[in-house]
């Protein structure tokens, strides 16, 4: 099965470890228990994905910290990049 990392306990977002194709599913790791999820749409190696719906203007999280504001409603299994989100780092 294919892989995504998630960073921290308050992700909303997790890395994927190679190219996702769209329905793949996902074994999500770095969490207590081991979870699944299975992609939306194509995900390129190294990008994001959604674990869990992230609504519009809220704070997308990785590292346990805030990486950007979402643009749009991003659903879960989406893929998470610059057409989505907008970077509130420096």
């Known amino acids: 099965m294919s ?14 470890l190679e190219d996702i194709a769209p329905e793949q599913n996902l074994e999500i790791e770095g969490n207590e228990e081991t979870s699944t999820i299975t992609a939306t749409e194509a995900i390129p190696f190294g990008h ?3 674990l869990r719906k992230i609504r519009s203007n809220a704070k997308v999280l990785k590292y346990g910290e805030v990486i950007g504001t979402a643009t749009k409603e991003i659903p879960v299994g989406s893929h998470v ?8 780092r420096g």
């Open 48 to 50: 994001k994905i959604a």
């Open 3 to 16: 892989r995504a990392l998630m960073m921290h306990p308050k992700d909303n977002v997790a890395t994927v």
């Open 81 to 88: 990049h610059v057409h989505n989100i907008k970077s509130t």
